[in-house]
T-cell receptor, first 120, second 113 residues
């Protein structure tokens, strides 16, 4: 079974340009998460989809970031216009459906390899 | 709000020596705690998790961690380091099984022959 995949693996753009990152979760996983790690700092949560709906977008830094999840399958994260401080590694993770699980259980988040974004 | 502190951005050990990576957490609710490992050019992989069952948790590759509520700690240990353990390790906390993970800054483990 394929794991979480992310495209591209690396992206180098200039300040002011637009970049779109893509994440394909594990098939059948309803939960999809985006995280970001800025150089030398902690991995920070950006947002959480349940199917096509945004469950929690409290970590989105500003309105230059737009995340979508078409039909509850793959997700895109667009940065427009990109700024220098957006550089970092963007991780995507997915986990199984939570609706049928008791609240105290845990569904493992499976992570993709990340997209390294460099804004010059 | 939840937070995680990992002491030491780099830890160096010799092959065969004890590995100890420190993690302290802050949480206003009973936490779920995790250790993830990232090998070069790969995604994060779950090593082990604490979800309010046994306080001593065993994970993959011989790693284990002990949840100590009184010390708000969840340190990761392995009795004998192997060269293949060289990687970056992240401690994380969550308030439930389905919500966001809050990560520490990571600890890079270096293993020398």
């Amino acid at each position: 079974e394929a794991g979480v995949t992310q495209f591209p693996s690396h992206s180098v753009i200039e300040k002011g340009q637009t970049v779109t990152l893509r994440c394909d979760p594990i098939s059948g996983h309803d939960n999809l998460y985006w995280y970001r790690r800025v150089m030398g700092k902690e991995i920070k949560f950006l947002l959480h989809f349940v199917k096509e709906s945004k469950q929690d977008e409290s970590g989105m830094p500003n309105n230059r970031f737009l995340a979508e999840r078409t039909g509850g399958t793959y997700s895109t994260l667009k940065v427009q216009p990109a700024e220098l401080e957006d550089s970092g590694v963007y991780f995507c993770a997915s986990s199984q459906d939570s609706s049928s699980e008791p609240i105290f259980s845990y569904n493992e988040q499976f992570f993709g390899p990340g997209t390294r974004l460099t804004v010059l | 709000a939840q937070s995680v502190t990992q002491l030491g951005s780099h830890v160096s050990v010799s092959e065969g020596a004890l590995v100890l990576l420190r993690c302290n957490y802050s949480s206003s609710v009973p936490p779920y705690l995790f250790w993830y490992v990232q090998y070069p050019n790969q995604g994060l992989q779950l090593l082990l998790k604490y979800t309010s069952a046994a306080t001593l948790v065993k994970g993959i590759n011989g790693f284990e961690a002990e949840f100590k509520k009184s010390e708000t700690s969840f340190h990761l240990t392995k009795p004998s380091a192997h060269m293949s353990d060289a990687a970056e390790y992240f401690c994380a906390v969550s308030s439930t099984g389905f919500q966001k993970l809050v990560f520490g800054t990571g600890t890079r483990l270096l293993v020398s022959p």
